[in-house]
DNA sequence: CTTGACTCTCACGGTACGTTATAGTTTATA
DNA sequence: TATAAACTATAACGTACCGTGAGAGTCAAG
């Protein structure tokens, strides 16, 4: 499914769909050789988890924390949204009990005390709340996101940024120029914020197929992108000696 | 009540309140000696006016323009906001038995086609937000607000700011320096934006105290600010001529 | 008369997109 | 088969609704 079929669907704008590619929390499994995104079925899913959790309040970075987290389970995360949905459901109760209350006493036909006038609108009320926060909260995080957590925004931003960017080139031989190009980039880029020998270079790319946790992650960014990183991670490092 | 009372009571931020006193969308009726803000039972009333509309997703500018319009009904915007309530509450309710069947879904218990994961989230989809845009489109504005909507922002913004410093001067004499000084701050920003000589000035601020529109929209900034103009204005053209 | 809770006004920062602008691609129609 | 209409892309700036200090003044309690 191309970009707007997926808008009218599901009810949210084309731009939405864009900005959750480039922030990295939805990247569509394929593009059309023009470059086009398309969405697959599995993307339409975890589009449907991200629209759960927005409703709920929760903001992009932390969905996207949530549901690329290796030990994401998204039945477990069902079930929670669903007890969060059901509350939320009540404050509206609450509040249109509320209003209610509030046409009658702007009729002048009953009284109403300041408190009872803002019954429901209390938003941060949620019960489920701690059990989100046990689940998803700032600590429950693994090693791995540890580390992109603990990177500027700078640099979030141009790590998502250089994979998308890897991602297009990922069907190319792993030695061609351009294949290696990127790949320098990548390096260069890890230079930056820390100390990678070409050695330890290669080793990480080793990591990206062994690590399947890696693999997911990088994968997110396009089919086989692990692979083609590894592979010219290792001709990079090769070349560099 | 202090804006912190206010905001325990109805469980938004001191923040809020401030943002929406300086937007003008919520000036408290009050002020100490100090500048300390106190909010009336009507600032209330006024206040959960707006969380409805709030609630009910309409932005901080239209919220402005619906409540301070001088024909604004609020039996009339209870009545529509109840039934709009209830239609949200109907939206709740789909996506509720959404996730509930996704739930099943993802056990495998069942199928789900694509249109079917996605019910419930169509926001725009609300039957009564067709009456509401008919009671409170764009077109649904007297003549003092299609003027002000005519300004631009950077007008808007200072029209506002001159309002409040205006405000603040009014228990002041009229032809005291400081009003003095004040007026003369308004007569000329006027004149950036239209032209007024001072007949046409002077019969502005008559307008302020003889038509009631004016006298409440400029009233919002502190109760006798329109008298207190008209005086000062009058004054201020006389010593022009 | 000091401490702590509260208040004020800047003023910068941040999220989640909206909104052009410009240009390439695909599909429908003449 | 040309050409318009509809759709797509990236890029970049804009906007709404506050959050988050900083720095300074105010007020009730001990």
Redesign the interface.
């Known amino acids: 499914m191309k970009v707007k079929e997926v808008a009218d ?4 704008s084309v731009r939405t769909l864009h900005h959750y590619d480039e922030i990295g929390l939805l990247i569509p499994d394929d593009t059309t050789g023009s470059g086009y995104r398309v969405y697959s ?1 599995e993307n ?2 975890t589009l ?1 988890q991200i ?2 959790f927005r ?1 709920l309040g929760f903001p992009l970075k932390k969905i996207k924390e949530i549901i690329h987290n290796p030990s994401f389970d ?2 477990e995360a ?2 929670i ?2 007890k969060m ?2 509350e ?2 009540n404050r ?2 609450k ?2 009990r509320t ?2 209350k ?2 009658q006493y ?2 002048g036909e009953i009284k109403m005390s ?2 009872e ?2 019954e429901g ?5 949620n019960p489920y709340e701690q059990e989100a926060r046990e689940k998803w909260g700032d600590k429950a995080v693994d090693e791995a996101n540890e580390k992109v957590k603990s990177m500027s925004d700078f640099e979030q931003q141009k790590f998502n940024e250089i994979y998308r960017k890897l991602a297009t080139l990922r069907h190319l031989p792993a030695d061609s120029k351009e294949a290696q190009e990127g790949i320098k980039e990548w390096y260069l880029f890890l230079n930056k914020i820390g100390n990678y020998s070409p050695e330890a270079f290669k080793g990480l790319g080793q990591m990206y197929v062994n690590d399947e946790r890696f693999t997911k992650n990088i994968d997110r960014f396009g089919e086989g992108l692990s692979k083609f990183m590894c592979e010219a991670m290792s001709i990079y490092a090769d070349n560099q000696k």
Do not use: C, P, W
Request: net charge neutral; charged share 30%.
């Open positions: 669907l599901v009810g949210i079925d339409l899913e449907q629209l759960f409703e998204r039945q069902l079930e949204q669903h949905l059901l939320k459901k509206l109760n509040m249109i209003l209610e509030t046409i702007s009729k300041n408190k006038k803002f609108f209390d938003f941060s009320q």
